[in-house]
């Protein structure tokens, strides 16, 4: 609670002040080098660091995305926050499992602070706790996106609009078409009340709860 409210005033942490561990049985290295750690320092930090990150890896990932919840944006209807938020409701509704529906939710989380490469942003974030089939989706939704982004271009030759046309016949192709015609390109509409991002948390730490890719 604590922490909590020092985060809300804006409180820094004060020189010679040790940020709290996570469980209360845990230890502290104590080198401030990691050069000086020993071998017995790195085997403890391994061993608190699989709870750890159990534990955390969903929170941090989801704080990743709500760091978001109240940007402005720069000429869509709705922020990128809201457009994940639309996009995961949306594949909900229609019955997707959580693997896809957690991948919608974070398919543009890279999209502001991560621009030059939003796909692979989100692709990495992601890869060890859903399919093949959606990380291949989440690195190739920006280049099928291409063919419904009319005038966005300055260059309009046939063969960079229709880059996708190189994967016709992969496997995923059929799923990314669809993902960005029906989830993406349409998720940016203020009239469609989504789901809150409460929703989906269960969801989140039931996939990051450990590897899923297949």
């Not at 955390?56 to 919840?69: G, K, M």
């Not at 957690?102 to 989380?109: A, C, E, I, Q």
């Not at 799923?175 to 991002?197: G, K, N, Q």
């Amino acid at each position: 609670m604590a922490t909590e409210k020092k985060k809300a005033a804006g409180v820094r942490r004060k020189a010679g002040q040790r940020d709290k561990l996570l469980r209360l049985d845990w230890q502290y290295i104590e080198a401030c080098n990691m050069d000086d750690y020993s071998a017995e320092d790195w085997a403890l930090m391994n061993r608190q660091r699989v709870d750890y990150n159990a534990e955390e890896r969903a929170r941090q990932a989801l704080e990743i995305l709500t760091a978001s919840r109240d940007a402005p944006t720069f000429g869509y209807l709705i922020n990128n926050y809201e457009h994940c938020l639309q996009t995961a409701t949306m594949l909900h509704r229609d019955g997707h499992d959580d693997d896809t529906v957690v991948t919608g939710l974070f398919h543009d989380v890279g999209f502001i602070v991560c621009p030059e490469d939003h796909p692979g942003f989100a692709a990495n974030l992601i890869r060890p706790f859903v399919s093949e089939k959606n990380i291949w989706m989440l690195e190739h939704h920006e280049i099928f996106q291409r063919i419904h982004l009319h005038g966005f271009y300055k260059n309009e030759d046939p063969a960079f609009i229709n880059a996708r046309e190189q994967w016709r016949d992969h496997p995923f192709f059929d799923w990314t078409e669809e993902f960005v015609e029906r989830y993406d390109i349409v998720a940016i509409d203020p009239r469609m009340e989504s789901l809150p991002i409460e929703f989906f948390e269960p969801m989140v730490r039931r996939v990051f709860s450990g590897s899923q890719s297949l």
